[in-house]
């Protein structure tokens, strides 16, 4: 779909969320990673809303509240402590993350606060098992340059991230707090992004700023883009967790489709005469109706003896069943609703309903005993009562929300560019300050120390690069924008190899090996930097590098040498090489006499064929052409 962007009034607003790389957590000295393994420690709790200071209760807490779940945790002693529990008040705001962030801030042009102030700000999800997450402003007012254009940066703030979601088993939610109060960098940008690919280019330019640092750690799920997108006539929507750089102009382009597309429906809607006072929570038990039905949902349902209740939707039909975008209909985000306010499993409606083995018959009782008219639709449900009725009352406020349009919420990225609900917008009722903390003055003598230490920014790193190591520009460029930038010059400094062939493998080696679904994130430096040694001592060749990798990420405490011997990559030996490449001119001298020296590309493909990983190319190349001169000259026959 081409969309003038410009003239549908597109907005959006970035915020990037990148891992810090420090020693200790952000208020504890634990290990700042993941740990493997079954956990040590596990505890239970349900986490609960309070009122503001203005006796105002956040709406996405009180959402998080009504679903009724508990969370349990699990905890190793290596990585979380008594702070993460909740058990012992935060120890002072970690100094190293705190000057990471001040750097960042100090590279994005922004100014420094006066005084850090920790403060609270209302999660009840089950990600932080305080029922809130600590975080702190560093910076404001800064700016960067994207192609000539200036995009603000509204503020710089150092927060702890949350726990990580491992599971839920019905009513209980199970999260890992090895992650949560590791240190973590937001940088939040004005609303001044007028188009998806714009949007991927500052996202681009701020987290090479991040990488700059030098402290930011790399792999799946240490850094993340929250995104703010409306459109005009639409609404703001934040759209969370977007992981991938390369997916942010599609959820950008997605989500303009989808209010779009809304807007649409509430024109239809009022087209038709539909007005919210119209949506009624008249919900109707009809159970009755289906006691014969071939519908396997309703009769499942029917035989735990489960209800089995509807509402009518006046002016909906047809609408339900609309295509917001590839994947999503109004009917699905009516279902997100009921699964996360009524607990239940999914609706059924009737612009599907004969899909689903709901004869002509039922469905014409149906219609009859909630006195729905040919333009109304209805909407089924089968639970319990409690669950049924509020599931029902969720899906008439969303019935209500399309008559207005698009309503703002706050939704979660798919791996695939669509969203989902995830939870209503959070109002300003959500901040408080943090009492266990002491604030911590800035000073310009700090700020000066700083200033004098900067990194180099991104532009003057490529140039460097190109100049120390001679590699071209692409491959320097290629550098920046990697995982792997900061530890290239680490290799090529400790091992010796060849700078290019350092930079092609941590760069275009490892990401064909990430789209072939290799997670590389796995291997740790020193592992990648052994890998190399192994390849500069002759212990291995370049070639084996690639399967040194896969291997070493699916065995992730073990050494390249034990990669090498597992995959039978050691290096053959000079004389046996010799040895290979004489039996093979000699296996194909019939060849060698009709071709002559042209015979080179035959027998170099063979034997690398065979032999990869455990020959080094130009020595191949070398012995071939060393032994193919010796052989009688021939003509080729025309």
């Known amino acids: 779909m081409n969309l003038n962007y410009k ?91 705190l000057d990471i962030a001040l750097t960042a801030a100090l590279m994005m042009n922004a100014k420094p606060v006066d005084e850090v102030h920790v403060m609270r700000k209302v999660v009840i999800d089950g990600s932080n098992t305080t029922g809130f997450q600590r975080t702190c402003v560093v910076a404001l007012n800064g700016e ?18 949350a726990a990580r979601k491992t599971g839920d088993d019905g009513f209980i939610i199970h999260y890992r707090i090895d992650r949560l109060c590791i240190p973590l960098i937001e940088v939040t940008t004005g609303p001044v992004i007028y188009s998806p690919k714009e949007a991927e280019k500052v996202a681009l330019t701020i987290g090479r700023i991040l990488r700059a640092t030098g402290k930011v750690k790399r792999g799946i799920g240490t ?5 703010n997108i409306s459109i005009r ?96 209909r109004l009917g699905t985000e009516m279902a997100d609703r009921a699964r996360f306010w009524g607990r239940v499993g999914g609706i059924l409606h009737t612009d599907e309903l004969p899909s689903y083995g709901v004869s002509e018959e039922e469905m014409e009782k149906l219609m009859g005993t909630l ?66 903390v ?66 092609a493998t941590l760069t275009e080696t490892f990401k064909s090996l990430k789209r072939d679904g290799i997670e590389v994130e796995r291997l740790r430096d020193d592992q990648i930097i052994e890998a190399f040694r192994l390849v500069s001592s002759g212990r291995t060749s370049k070639e084996a590098l690639p399967e040194i990798v896969k291997w070493l990420s699916k065995h992730e405490d073990s050494s390249p040498m034990e990669a090498v011997e597992a995959l039978g990559l050691g290096m053959l030996s000079k004389d046996e090489l010799s040895r290979i490449i004489k039996e093979t001119i000699s296996q194909n001298r019939d060849l060698i006499i009709e071709r002559g020296q042209r015979a080179f590309g035959f027998l170099m493909g063979l034997i690398m064929k065979k032999y990869r990983g455990k020959v080094n190319a130009e020595e191949v190349s070398r012995l071939i052409r060393e032994e193919l001169s010796k052989e009688p000259k021939h003509k080729s026959a025309d």
């Open 233 to 328: 006539d639409g609404a703001l929507i934040e759209v969370k967790g977007v992981q991938e750089l390369e997916l942010i102009s599609k959820v950008i382009e997605l989500e303009v489709q989808r209010q779009l597309s809304l807007l649409k429906i509430r024109e239809e809607l009022r087209r038709r005469g539909v007005t919210e006072e119209q949506i009624r929570e008249e919900i109707v038990d009809v159970k009755s109706i289906f006691k014969e039905t071939r519908c396997r949902i309703i009769r499942k349902a029917i035989k735990q003896n489960k209800r089995v209740m509807a509402i009518k939707l006046p002016g909906f039909s047809g609408l339900l069943g609309t295509e917001l975008i590839p994947g999503l």
């Open 438 to 503: 002491p604030p911590i003055p800035i000073t310009t003598e700090h700020i000066h120390r700083l200033r004098k230490a900067l990194p180099e920014l991104p532009e003057q790193r490529i140039k460097r690069l190109i100049r120390e190591y001679g590699i071209n520009e692409k491959l320097a460029r290629q550098l920046q924008d990697s995982d792997y930038g900061g530890l290239f010059e680490v290799v090529v400094k400790e091992t010796g190899v060849s700078p290019t062939l350092v930079a």
């Open 144 to 161: 960067i340059q994207v192609e000539g254009k200036k995009i603000p940066i509204e503020h710089v703030s150092l927060e702890e991230d």
């Open 223 to 227: 850094i993340r883009q929250d995104l």
């Open 371 to 436: 006195k729905a008219g040919p333009q109304d639709a209805a909407v089924i449900v089968a639970d319990v009562k409690e669950n049924c009725v509020d599931a029902l009352r969720a899906v008439a406020e969303r019935a209500k929300e399309a008559i207005k349009g698009v309503p703002e919420e706050t939704r979660a990225a798919n791996p695939d560019g669509t969203t989902r609900y995830m939870r209503p917008r959070p109002g300003a009722a959500r901040m408080y300050p943090e009492t266990d």
């Open 7 to 97: 003239d549908l009034g597109l907005k959006v607003g970035l915020e990037c969320h990148q891992q810090l790389d420090t020693k200790e957590k952000l208020f504890c000295s634990c290990r700042p990673e993941l740990f493997k393994g079954e956990p040590q420690i596990t505890f239970l709790r349900r986490l609960r809303p309070t009122q503001s200071e203005l006796g105002q209760i956040d709406p996405a807490a009180y959402f998080e509240f009504q679903k009724g779940v508990k969370i349990l945790y699990e905890a190793d002693p290596q990585t979380s402590c008594l702070v993460e529990m909740d058990e012992e008040p935060p120890h002072e705001l970690n100094r190293e993350a």
